[in-house]
């Protein structure tokens, strides 16, 4: 079996800024990868922000990686994150909240079905015929928003966060145990969790984001029957367009709390081939 490619998107949640997710996909391994919103200027690792120069390694690590199950793919590809950031860093780090992390989902084809890879919040979902299931885990983003929500009325709206909310921002990014991918490779082994599930030609995929992800955890607009059904009759870009009328909608950010306005939105949508 192999995959196919039937649409992509990636789009960044503010046009001045770029955008810190990635995605690909090989013949049997597929990603999303979704840089952490990074907390100071650049300066680590020169003039390229951390979130987005994370996803960009990982994103060209998974691509050149030939191992043959996720959990020997995610070891390379952690490997490399950090021998790269040891390599590339400028200086040495100034603050625990400047380490770069991200978010990611791998899905990968083996003999014996789909393994499936995660941290945090880029979730993976499996649609076989009518059956349409989180292979990763149902998301839940109600612990960020309940954040949101605590350190003040529509902060999100603001062009630059109060200094007051970003110190927040940064501690609870510098916390010990904080889940996601990060330039520690064993950090990053031990914020990943593992899955394997059976999978047949025909079956579709959809990696996401939690940008994207929000028209459910977020936005309630979808359940994940309904978001299936919306791919398949309507693509990604009409989705994406959903995502974007909902928080123009709630510029303010006090129907939906949140620390930005619109963010970063990526999806991959595949189908496996015999």
């Known amino acids: 079996m192999h995959f196919e490619t039937l649409q992509t998107i990636s789009v960044n949640g503010c046009a001045q800024k770029p955008n810190d997710d990635r995605c690909g996909a090989t013949a049997r391994l597929a990603w999303v990868i979704d840089g952490a919103t990074d907390m100071g200027p650049p300066g680590l690792l020169g003039q390229q922000g951390g979130a987005s120069w994370l996803a960009s390694t990982a994103s060209n690590a998974f691509a050149a990686t030939q191992a043959d199950d996720v959990e020997a793919t995610c070891h390379a590809v952690?490997?490399?994150?950090?021998?790269?950031?040891?390599?590339?860093?400028?200086?040495?780090?100034?603050?625990?909240?400047?380490?770069?992390?991200?978010?990611f989902?791998?899905?990968?084809?083996?003999?014996?079905?789909?393994?499936?890879?995660?941290?945090?919040?880029?979730?993976?979902?499996?649609?076989?015929?009518?059956?349409?299931?989180?292979?990763?885990?149902?998301?839940?983003?109600?612990?960020?928003?309940?954040?949101?929500?605590?350190?003040?009325?529509?902060?999100?709206?603001?062009?630059?966060?109060p200094q007051a909310v970003l110190d927040d921002r940064r501690a609870h990014r510098a916390r010990n145990g904080h889940v996601a991918l990060s330039s520690d490779a064993k950090a990053s082994s031990a914020a990943t969790r593992f899955a394997h599930h059976p999978i047949a030609a025909g079956d579709e995929l959809l990696l996401?984001?939690?940008?994207?992800?929000?028209?459910?955890?977020?936005?309630?607009?979808?359940?994940?029957?309904?978001?299936?059904?919306?791919?398949?009759?309507?693509?990604?870009?009409?989705?994406?367009?959903?995502?974007?009328?909902?928080e123009r909608e709630d510029a303010d950010c006090l129907r939906y709390p949140?620390?930005?306005?619109?963010?970063?939105?990526?999806?991959?949508?595949?189908?496996?081939?015999?």
Do not use: N
């Open 208 to 246: 996401m984001s939690d940008g994207f992800a929000s028209l459910v955890t977020d936005y309630g607009r979808y359940t994940a029957h309904e978001l299936a059904a919306a791919v398949r009759s309507e693509g990604l870009g009409a989705l994406l367009h959903d995502i974007r009328t909902i």
């Open 78 to 103: 952690f490997t490399h994150i950090e021998d790269r950031f040891e390599r590339q860093k400028t200086r040495e780090v100034a603050a625990p909240w400047e380490v770069p992390k991200a978010a």
């Open 105 to 161: 989902g791998v899905a990968q084809l083996t003999s014996h079905g789909l393994s499936v890879a995660w941290a945090a919040d880029s979730p993976i979902l499996h649609i076989s015929g009518q059956d349409v299931r989180w292979c990763t885990g149902e998301p839940d983003t109600s612990a960020e928003a309940a954040d949101a929500r605590a350190l003040g009325p529509g902060i999100g709206a603001a062009a630059e966060l």
């Open 258 to 274: 949140r620390f930005k306005v619109s963010d970063d939105a990526t999806a991959l949508w595949l189908r496996v081939g015999r």
